[in-house]
């Protein structure tokens, strides 16, 4: 999907997409010209962390004032679980100390989707794959077939979002705890220090509503509410929220020429109208708020820096 990102966003920024590996994730550029154990500090994320649309993502920004490469893996659509896998093993246990944001909920697991910690999810009962966004449209609107007129329409939905769809009541709550149990599971297996991060428009505290998909998700990260930011922020050594829409909707502008430029969302190759075109963004992070969680993020990065010397210092006494 890196690939899609930059297929779709070429004349507002060149990614520089590189491979850690083979066979990996394409991931968010320049290449670090070093990965020597400690001397880094790595960045787990989705969209957000990668940066889309916007020349230097927060990662970058906070490696210039720490003085420190960071190696930035932002993936699109990353859900925790993706991280979990060996591909990203060695690249998280080398670094100093790591930075995780919260991830989408709708990147998880329940009794009838399949993630593998992505957006683009698998119906187990049949193995169709869809977008998230798709596969929970389909959900909300099942006991609407066969209802033509608007306006029923629209009273049975209300109805229903109100008293029913339980079925879709339990796999929002299949999908979060199958998401709470994933981020805490993959805080635990980062050995090094590590903060978590709340980069959002948003505060945490969010109920799924039933009557919409954007009621049902609200923004970013999707599902995600303050009960499940509380039960995996434990697991972390600290929790930094950025919360602001600062520089949003950002006036998309070619790279090239400076002038304001259009997007086609399908050239991602994710299966968006064809005929949609965007002149701004107003879902990604723009580049001020890449600025803010730089800012928010450097003094505890600096106490969790000390505390990861302090640490590989007491090892080196206690092997030698």
Not at 17 to 22: K, N
Not at 180 to 185: E, K, S, W
Request: hydrophobic residues 40%; positive net charge; glycine residues 10%.
């Amino acid at each position: 999907m890196s690939e899609g990102y930059q297929r779709r966003d070429a004349e507002i920024v060149d990614y520089e997409l590189w491979r850690a590996s083979p066979e990996g994730d394409a991931l968010r550029g320049p290449a670090p010209r070093d990965l020597a154990p400690g001397s880094y500090f790595v960045c787990l994320g989705a969209a957000q962390t990668f940066g889309c649309f916007v020349a230097k993502p927060w990662p970058a920004l906070l490696a210039d004032r720490l003085g420190m490469p960071a190696l930035n893996l932002g993936v699109a659509g990353a859900g925790p679980r993706l991280f979990l896998a060996p591909q990203w093993r060695a690249l998280i246990d080398g670094a100093a100390f790591a930075i995780v944001q919260v991830m989408s909920g709708r990147s998880a697991d329940c009794s009838l989707f399949a993630s593998g910690g992505r957006e683009r999810l698998t119906r187990r009962d049949d193995g169709r794959r869809l977008g998230a966004d798709a596969a929970w449209s389909e959900l909300l609107s099942a006991d609407l077939a066969g209802i033509r007129s608007p306006l029923l329409r629209g009273i049975a939905n209300r109805g229903r979002a109100w008293f029913g769809r339980k079925v879709l009541r339990r796999l929002v709550a299949e999908t979060q705890a199958s998401w709470t149990a994933d981020c805490a599971g993959l805080l635990d297996a980062i050995a090094t220090p590590k903060l978590l991060l709340w980069f959002s428009r948003r505060r945490p505290r969010h109920r799924p509503r039933f009557h919409s998909l954007r009621a049902l998700f609200g923004e970013y990260p999707q599902l995600v509410d303050e009960r499940m930011l509380a039960a995996v922020a434990r697991h972390a050594d600290g929790l930094v929220a950025c919360v602001g829409a600062r520089g949003s909707p950002q006036l998309l502008r070619s790279r090239l020429t400076g002038e304001p430029a259009v997007v086609r969302p399908a050239d991602a190759g994710t299966g968006e109208d064809p005929s949609q075109v965007w002149t701004h963004n107003a879902y990604y992070p723009s580049p001020e708020m890449h600025e803010d969680a730089a800012a928010v993020l450097f003094e505890p990065c600096l106490a969790i820096r000390s505390r990861a010397a302090a640490r590989d210092r007491s090892r080196s006494r206690t092997s030698g």
